[in-house]
């Protein structure tokens, strides 16, 4: 079972910049690809970016893409979520999520394993 712990959202004026961190337990973190959703109020969980356990390839949402970067540290079991130029609609809960295999997956349905997620809010 692979506990995930999401960390660094926080308030941020547009334009701003923030990095979210996922934090796993289990040790074969590398063994897993891993993703970021977000879910804004009375909005389905949407994908935002996903990054490969092999050679760490990534995919991105195209609302994201050129502002956000999906990166893992393996030796310290972490993903990363840098997101500059940060815009009102991209107010939401971010989640971590995480599945046993190489392919990646842009649905939810694809990770067995989630955070509780964590808050990002950008003012206008």
């Known amino acids: 079972q692979v506990q995930l712990v999401e960390s660094g959202g926080g308030l941020v004026q547009a334009g701003g910049s923030l990095r979210l961190s996922c934090a796993a337990s289990?040790?074969?973190?590398?063994?897993?690809?891993v993703a970021w959703f977000r879910q804004a109020p009375g909005k389905e969980r949407e994908f935002v970016a996903a990054?490969?356990?092999?050679?760490?390839?990534?995919k991105y949402a195209d609302s994201v893409k050129g502002r956000f970067t999906i990166s893992r540290d393996n030796a310290k079991n972490t993903v990363y979520l840098q997101m500059n130029s940060l815009k009102p609609e991209d107010t939401a809960v971010y989640y971590c999520?995480?599945?046993?295999?190489?392919?990646?997956?842009?649905?939810?349905?694809?990770?067995?394993?989630w955070g509780q997620g964590t808050q990002v809010t950008v003012s206008s």
């Open positions: 289990e040790r074969t973190f590398s063994r897993y690809t």
């Open positions: 990054i490969s356990w092999s050679d760490s390839s990534t």
């Open positions: 999520a995480a599945r046993a295999s190489y392919y990646m997956r842009d649905t939810t349905t694809g990770y067995d394993y």
